[in-house]
């Protein structure tokens, strides 16, 4: 007999299981679906809740980045503070031991949390079915159990998109995953992909001493970001080691003995490099195979997104998918904001997300964080905006802290001086952009900014002059 309750989650991600727990605090009873297993150590194969995010994801990657980062302070910053270190070296199993603690003290909470709200957790692939019943399957698809509620909320994620010539084998050519698991630092490492992920990962073994070359299909670098901000990446990841090549079409890989050679065509020539390992980081897709019966009336469109209107209900009554595998961008964040507002919505409350006000972070050094708009989106829509910047070269702190690289850009509406986006690079910028998405959710001026008094010396002085130099005010830089 199937069990009942009022609401399955499908999916123990960030959307997932934020959703669950918020359902469960509000009095709902709730059961949470997800197949995901540790893979460290003598846990392998036991469940691990998080999704993607915390086990393979978003926390493993932010521990590889910190200790690629203290190692590689110690031999280039360090020197600087009159601090020598002699033989500095790097412990790979040791750096992986310690990421791999971090995460699984993080996906234990989790279960912790469960455990205190009352959640239901089920190890295995949920799948939808008609009346509003899932079928929970084990690795080999059979039915191990069947449950049924008032409610399902769909928040399977995402996994990394494979190109059809060059298939992971896990040992040469490697996803996100992968990357995170290294058991040494590959002497040449070749990345297709220059996005988000691609960056991330080319720091970290770049930090630690291996030759990366990053080949970018696109002939801009970082689209996404706004084009000053871009522009200032790319030359400061350039000074790091990264080689950076763009409009790079990778059209074939050969692995040998000797090792991977990789054929791309760059400005209709044709040009190859050997790498010792390739990472394939050009972007992630919905995890939405086998999650839906044909017959359960949950559309799917080309793209295997989970079509919802604005509030993530689908076209099937109590039906709702929320996180990566739904429109918008894959954050985590947002996926999560977007589970306790469906959670909020099904008990009969008020569930809100600003779509207009997400946070983006790209957790290189330096840093990259942004609000809002792009000036160049701004002026492709027509809108008349002003626009200033200032330097962390010019804030104390940021030359104590031997970081004076990067700036923070902002703009404003040319009228009403309605913020409209904050562009940050430099350190900490993860940190610095909370204050924008706050004064951008309440609708703030740069004016605003400008007359909020902020410590000093700190980096947070460069949000402050900047909102200052929208107006040509910034007092420790020439408007």
Not at 258 to 276: A, F, H, L, W
Not at 278 to 288: D, L, S
Request: hydrophobic share 40%; charged share 20%.
């Amino acid at each position: 007999m199937a069990m009942s309750f009022d609401v399955i989650v499908i999916g123990a991600g960030p959307g997932g299981y934020v959703a669950a727990i918020r359902c469960a605090q509000l009095g709902l009873t709730t059961v949470c679906i997800d197949s995901q297993a540790k893979q460290n150590g003598g846990q392998k194969g036991k469940p691990s809740l998080g999704g993607t995010c915390l086990n393979i994801g978003c926390i493993p990657s932010k521990a590889l980045l910190d200790s690629s980062e203290q190692y590689h302070n110690i031999i280039h910053q360090f020197p600087a503070h009159g601090i020598s270190v002699d033989n500095a070296a790097i412990d790979v199993a040791k750096m992986q031991a310690r990421k791999d603690n971090i995460v699984s003290g993080l996906t234990d909470g989790i279960a912790q949390l469960f455990k205190a709200n009352k959640v239901m957790s089920v190890h295995g692939h949920g799948r939808v079915m008609q009346d509003n019943t899932v079928n929970v399957l084990d690795d080999s698809g059979k039915i191990i159990q069947t449950l049924i509620a008032r409610e399902i909320i769909l928040a399977p994620g995402s996994v990394p998109i494979e190109l059809p010539d060059m298939p992971f084998d896990h040992e040469f050519i490697v996803d996100s995953t992968g990357a995170l698991s290294f058991d040494h630092v590959p002497k040449r490492l070749g990345i297709i992909g220059a996005g988000v992920i691609g960056l991330e990962l080319g720091s970290v073994w770049n930090r630690l001493g291996s030759e990366v070359v990053v080949l970018e299909a696109l002939d801009d670098f970082l689209v996404v970001a706004d084009q000053q901000i871009a522009r200032e990446a790319k030359k400061q990841f350039t000074k790091q080691g990264l080689d950076i090549r763009m409009g790079a079409v990778v059209k074939k890989i050969d692995i040998d003995e000797g090792g991977i050679r990789m054929s791309y065509t760059q400005k209709d020539r044709d040009n190859n490099i050997e790498v010792d390992r390739i990472v394939v980081a050009v972007g992630r897709r919905p995890a939405t195979d086998g999650l839906l019966s044909p017959d359960c009336g949950v559309a799917i469109n080309q793209g295997g997104f989970i079509e919802v209107d604005d509030q993530c209900k689908t076209d099937v009554p109590h039906i709702w998918a929320v996180g990566d595998a739904v429109r918008g961008p894959m954050l985590a964040h947002k996926s999560a904001e977007e589970g306790v507002a469906v959670a909020e919505r099904i008990a009969g409350s008020v569930g809100h997300v600003d779509f207009n006000c997400v946070p983006w972070v790209i957790y290189t050094s330096p840093e990259i964080a942004w609000v809002g708009q792009t000036e160049k989106e701004l002026k492709k829509q027509g809108i008349e905006i002003k626009t200033g910047s200032f330097p962390f070269a010019a804030t104390g702190r940021a030359r104590a802290m031997e970081q004076p690289i990067g700036l923070v850009k902002m703009i404003a509406d040319k009228h009403t001086d309605r913020l409209l986006g904050v562009h940050m690079i430099g350190p900490h910028v993860s940190e610095l952009i909370g204050e924008c998405v706050l004064a951008m959710a309440y609708q703030a001026s740069s004016e605003d900014i400008a007359r909020t008094i902020h410590a000093h010396p700190t980096l947070s002085e460069a949000t402050h002059e900047a909102a200052l130099a929208v107006d040509k005010r910034a007092i420790h830089k020439v408007n």
